[in-house]
C-alpha cells in the first residue's frame, strides 16, 4: 500500500452507499480523512459542494487531483489503487466479471427494494410512538380526572367511558361507540390492562 497518501471522501453515513465507501477503507485500513455532508440539511447543494459533484451526491473521493463520484466505482478505485487482501475485489479476470455482474444489478435491484423496506419500517416506528405517546396522554388525563372527583362523584351515576370499538385488524374504516354508565361506591378503580388491549382505545372520559 502507498504510504504517505491520504485519500479524501465526503460521506453521510446514513446513505447505504457511503456506509459502503466507509466499511471498506476502515476494515482495510486504507489512509482517509472523511468529510461529513449531511443530506438531511441539503449540505450537499451548497456551491462548494457542487463544485466536486454537480450532480450532488455523495459519497465523492478525492485523491491528489483526482475526484471520483459514484460508490461502485469509487469501490472498485480502490480495490485496485491500493494493496488491499483478493477477497475484497478478486484478481482473476473471471470472478472479477461475477462481482461486476452483481454489482451492476444490486444498484437497480436489490438496493432500491431494500431501501423501501427501511422506509417503511422507519415510518412504522415512528407511528407506533405517536400512538404510545397518545394514549400515555389519555391515561393521564383520566387520572387527572379521577383524582378531582374522587369525593364528589361517590354514589352518583356517571358516564365513565367514550370507547372506541376498533376492528379486528385494527382499521378504521367503521368504528362503533358505546357509553357505559356505573356508580362509584369509592374511589374510581383504573385498570391499565383494559387500556392496554389492542382491540379497544379509550378515546375520552368525562364525568357527567
Not at 456506509?19 to 456551491?47: D, N
Request: with cysteine; proline share 5%; aromatic share 8%.
Amino acid at each position: 500500500m502507498a504510504t504517505g497518501r491520504v485519500v479524501e471522501v465526503y460521506l453521510d453515513l446514513l446513505s447505504q452507499p457511503c456506509r459502503a465507501v466507509h466499511i471498506l477503507l476502515t476494515r482495510t485500513k486504507i489512509p482517509h480523512r472523511v468529510h461529513s455532508v449531511a443530506l438531511r440539511k441539503g449540505e450537499h447543494r451548497t456551491s462548494e459542494f457542487s463544485k466536486l459533484n454537480p450532480m450532488q451526491k455523495v459519497p465523492v473521493l478525492v485523491d491528489g487531483g483526482f475526484v471520483l463520484t459514484e460508490s461502485d466505482a469509487i469501490l472498485k478505485y480502490l480495490a485496485t489503487t491500493f494493496d488491499i487482501p483478493e477477497h475484497w475485489y478478486p484478481w482473476q479476470p473471471e470472478r472479477r466479471a461475477r462481482v461486476d455482474e452483481y454489482t451492476a444489478w444490486h444498484h437497480s435491484n436489490t438496493r432500491p427494494h431494500a431501501a423501501k423496506v427501511f422506509i417503511l419500517e422507519r415510518r412504522r416506528a415512528a407511528k407506533t410512538k405517536q400512538q404510545q405517546s397518545v394514549l400515555t396522554s389519555q391515561i393521564t388525563e383520566f387520572n387527572l380526572i379521577q383524582s378531582n372527583r374522587q369525593q364528589s362523584c361517590r354514589g352518583t351515576e356517571i358516564c365513565i367511558f367514550l370507547i372506541k370499538i376498533k376492528t379486528h385488524k385494527g382499521k378504521t374504516n367503521k368504528h362503533e361507540t358505546k357509553t357505559k354508565k356505573a356508580k362509584i361506591a369509592a374511589a374510581l378503580p383504573l385498570s391499565l390492562d383494559f387500556f392496554l388491549t389492542r382491540n379497544l382505545k379509550l378515546k375520552r372520559c368525562f364525568p357527567i
